[in-house]
């Protein structure tokens, strides 16, 4: 089982709905959950970082962590052409708190 | 403007060579890391340091070397030995070590074994 595991897509919605990627982890013990943006043959650019159960917002983005179930989420609403790149998903685990990257999911906003 | 600073943009190499990435950072972080990316895949850790004159090994360190003797500098050497190099690298930095803070990455050099 993959530390951090990501449906790798693609995922195409059409634009201004609502994108949902999905994250699982198997470290119990991880503590801090972020998501990176990152466009084709660029570096990753972070979006949202989450430290506790529930729901953070910002803007058209909202992550939501659940411990319970080790599963983090990123929903886009209203999603733009410009959303389309590959969104990574990054764990810390209890290891001297190395970040731990998921595959990432390519996303497609479709005019 | 404070960031990261990689070069080359673009490397190409021969087999049997070893080249060096640079990564220069400005932003007076404590901890810097090199990653890996292959195409289709996540970021996988090759080494970090958390302080000047200390690194570690990260899941992916064989064929790869690193110093830190600068707290502006991490330049990663891919050696001969390591067998797959042409990836993208990245390098990143953090104001402290741990992964509760942020990663500040570079704009990534692409390696490619010719």
């Known amino acids: 089982q993959k530390e951090v595991e990501q449906n790798s897509g693609p995922l195409s919605v059409p634009e201004g709905a609502i994108a949902s990627l999905n994250c699982t982890y198997s470290?119990?013990?991880?503590?801090?959950f972020f998501w990176y943006r990152q466009y084709s043959g660029k570096s990753p650019e972070l979006i949202m970082s989450?430290?506790?159960?529930g729901d953070k917002e910002d803007g058209r983005f909202t992550a939501q962590l659940n411990k319970a179930s080790q599963y983090v989420s990123l929903l886009i609403r209203d999603s733009q052409p410009s959303d389309s790149a590959t969104y990574l998903c990054?764990?810390?685990?209890?290891?001297?708190?190395?970040?731990?990257f998921g595959q990432g999911t390519e996303l497609s906003v479709k005019p | 403007d404070g960031g990261i600073t990689q070069s080359p943009k673009y490397l190409f190499r021969k087999e049997g060579q070893n080249v060096t990435l640079s990564c220069e950072q400005n932003?007076?972080?404590?901890?810097m890391y090199w990653y890996r990316q292959d195409p289709g895949q996540g970021l996988r850790l090759i080494y970090y340091?958390?302080?000047?004159?200390?690194?570690q090994k990260g899941d992916i360190a064989e064929g790869y070397s690193v110093s830190r003797e600068k707290k502006e500098s991490f330049p990663l050497t891919v050696t001969s030995a390591q067998k797959n190099p042409t990836a993208f690298y990245l390098c990143?930095?953090?104001?402290?070590?741990?992964?509760?803070?942020?990663?500040?990455f570079g704009a990534g050099s692409r390696l490619t074994v010719l």
């Open positions: 932003l007076n972080h404590d901890a």
């Open positions: 990054a764990v810390t685990n209890n290891q001297g708190g190395k970040l731990i």
């Open positions: 340091s958390q302080i000047v004159n200390d690194f």
């Open positions: 470290d119990r013990g991880s503590q801090s």
């Open positions: 989450i430290y506790s159960n």
């Open positions: 990143a930095s953090s104001i402290q070590p741990g992964g509760t803070n942020v990663l500040t």
